[in-house]
């Protein structure tokens, strides 16, 4: 099985700019979580979904920040406008089920904004 | 309000040695609780799940333990070698089944042979 697959692995943009991140959960996995990792405030949750809906993004930072899970096999977390204090490493994780048992996260996405 | 603590500070032990790494919880009722290992530029890595009736989970070199009373979990690595060196996280899912999978901040281990 190929994991969790999230692209781009590193992306560098202006301040003001879209970014969107992609992920693609491990097949047959019904729950998918976003997070963002910074030295300063460690792993955070930013939203979950079950089934592609969105259960819970009370973690999603501002309205500049938005995620959408069109199918089982897709994911993309959205930033616009971008801010210099966006810079994070975004990962992606995957469960089999809502609640249970481990996560299996992607290689993560460095977005660093100038 | 609800936190987990992992040492902050790094954990630097000899080859050899057991590696004990602490997390502390307040304000949670944790169905159970996961350690994760994370190597630098890497997504993090499940290594164990113990739930909260559990007291002592192993596997291999590495021993989990869980007091609901302390609210406390220690991580432990025996004969510990230099390729152990990593971050280590703990998570916890609250009770109530929220699906939430909440991080503590990690404690990073060095091991120098």
């Known amino acids: 099985d190929a994991g969790v697959i999230q692209s781009p692995r590193h992306e560098v943009t202006e301040m003001g700019q879209e970014v969107t991140l992609r992920c693609k959960p491990i097949?047959?996995?019904?729950?998918l979580f976003w997070y963002r990792q910074t030295m300063m405030r460690g792993l955070e949750l930013l939203i979950y979904?079950?089934?592609?809906?969105?259960i819970d993004d009370s973690g999603m930072p501002e309205d500049r920040f938005s995620a959408k899970m069109p199918n089982a096999s897709f994911s993309t977390l959205k930033i616009q406008p971008s801010e210099p204090r966006d810079s994070a490493v975004y990962f992606c994780?995957?469960?089999?089920?809502w609640g249970v048992g481990e996560l299996f996260f992607g290689e993560g996405s460095r977005l660093t904004v100038l | 309000s609800q936190k987990i603590e992992q040492n902050s500070e790094a954990l630097n032990i000899q080859e050899g040695k057991t590696a004990t790494l602490t997390c502390n919880y307040t304000n949670y009722s944790p169905a159970y609780l996961q350690w994760y290992r994370q190597d630098p530029g890497r997504g993090p890595v499940f290594l164990l799940l113990?739930?909260?009736?559990?007291k002592e989970k192993r596997k291999e070199r590495l021993k989990v333990t869980f007091d609901t009373t302390l609210k406390q979990s220690l991580f432990h690595i025996t004969a510990s070698q230099p390729a152990d060196s990593a971050t280590y996280l703990c998570a916890l899912l609250g009770s109530s089944n929220t699906g939430k999978l909440i991080f503590g901040q990690g404690t990073t281990l060095q091991v120098k042979p």
């Open positions: 097949s047959g996995h019904n729950s």
């Open positions: 113990i739930r909260e009736n559990e």
């Open positions: 979904f079950n089934n592609n809906v969105p």
């Open positions: 994780a995957s469960s089999l089920a």
